[in-house]
């Protein structure tokens, strides 16, 4: 899993509010087991018209936001998501930050699980950082200091639970937090095969 860095650049706006599974990703791009390239089916229901060409309406296929790591969405983003090509289609369109006035607790951890930060904030700020993505305004997210900053406006401070924040500033995802202990791991394969070696004949 790629590490955290302090993420940096232009925010889309996406102001529905309980965006579902099914609108960001369509059923058919539940069939592969590959996550590269499940990034182009991303909101295809939007992002595609019938014929398979880009809706320059829609905000992701405007030349300021096509890039964006930063998602500002409506309240309960992703409410009904499961499995996991949901989090590998975000992941591989390049989305790492999606900021939001509430999440879904499921969908909160799997993105923890995968490398991007769901960063919850009160209603009242989530509206204003709506206005300054709309208005293509600088945002800065540093999750070492925990500071959300964006251009022309007073630093925002978020709190990210410590165990979430260390494995996301350290790219590790599940297999990474059990390599940590791999030498732990060995002793206790060495031992076993002295005092229970049929399991190893």
Not at 139 to 157: H, N, R, Y
Request: aromatic letters at 10%; charged letters at 25%; hydrophobic letters at 50%.
């Amino acid at each position: 899993m790629e590490k955290f860095t302090a993420i940096k650049g232009i925010a889309a706006p996406l102001p529905d509010s309980r965006i579902s599974a099914e609108t960001l990703l369509p059923p058919d791009a539940l069939l592969t087991l590959r996550r590269a390239g499940l990034g182009k089916f991303l909101f295809a229901s939007k992002r595609y018209g019938a014929d398979g060409r880009e809706d320059a309406a829609f905000i992701l296929n405007q030349p300021a936001w096509r890039k964006s790591a930063i998602l500002v969405t409506g309240a309960h983003f992703a409410h009904d998501a499961a499995g996991e090509h949901l989090y590998w289609a975000l992941i591989d369109f390049g989305i790492r930050v999606i900021i939001s006035a509430a999440f879904d607790s499921a969908f909160r951890a799997g993105c923890f699980r995968h490398g991007i930060l769901p960063l919850a904030l009160p209603e009242d700020t989530t509206a204003n950082l709506m206005q300054a993505a709309a208005d293509k305004k600088l945002f800065t997210i540093d999750l070492e200091k925990q500071v959300l900053s964006v251009e022309g406006a007073a630093p925002i401070a978020f709190d990210v639970p410590a165990f979430e924040r260390h494995c996301l500033l350290s790219g590790l995802d599940s297999i990474g937090l059990t390599l940590e202990h791999e030498d732990a791991i060995a002793d206790f394969e060495k031992q076993q095969r002295k005092e229970m070696f049929w399991l190893y004949a």
